[in-house]
């Protein structure tokens, strides 16, 4: 039988009372797959390729590594982590950039499904000098459902170029 992700309460109850041992081994199983898995990571170093930006959210595409996961579906080429399990997820991405602006403001924000933004995540950063290193942190928590996937999108309020140096953009399951 395969290992499964099980809700605390689910676990709760598999796991309430072993006076009359009944707590099977792959309940044990499934508990130790609840508590450590659902995560996952898609990076990029050493990044040099450059991106259009307009003041229209476009997808950032300069993702080029899968990471680590379980139970959560890396996928670099097309710069998204796709969720198998429904659960609240911590979601968090590190950013490292450049960009040929001068005091442009650039705003990056996470998305679930190509479409709807992740309440609280967006943040905007003005560039203080054309090709100087800056970086962000943005992330929160958020339910997600079973084959929901997100990605990391990015905007300039003027037509610039973005190349992001270093980025890891990972979840964690929470609940």
Do not use: H
Request: with cysteine.
């Amino acid at each position: 039988m395969a290992d499964t992700q099980r809700s605390l309460a689910d676990n709760l109850l598999r796991l309430a009372d072993n006076t009359t041992r009944q707590i099977s081994p792959q309940d044990l199983r499934d508990l130790l797959v609840s508590a450590l898995g659902g995560y996952g990571e898609v990076y990029t170093t050493g990044g040099t390729g450059t991106q259009a930006l307009t003041s229209s959210p476009t997808l950032i595409n300069q993702i080029t590594t899968n990471g680590d996961s379980s139970n959560v579906v890396p996928d670099q080429a097309n710069n998204r982590l796709t969720i198998s399990t429904a659960a609240v997820y911590q979601i968090t991405a590190n950013i490292s950039w450049t960009s040929d602006s001068v005091s442009d403001v650039f705003t990056f924000e996470i998305k679930k499904n190509d479409a709807s933004m992740i309440a609280g995540q967006k943040v905007l950063q003005r560039c203080v000098a054309a090709n100087e290193p800056n970086s962000i942190t943005i992330g929160g928590q958020e339910s997600l459902a079973a084959a929901d996937y997100i990605q990391l999108f990015a905007s300039c309020d003027a037509s610039k170029t973005l190349v992001v140096k270093e980025l890891n953009f990972r979840v964690k399951r929470l609940s």
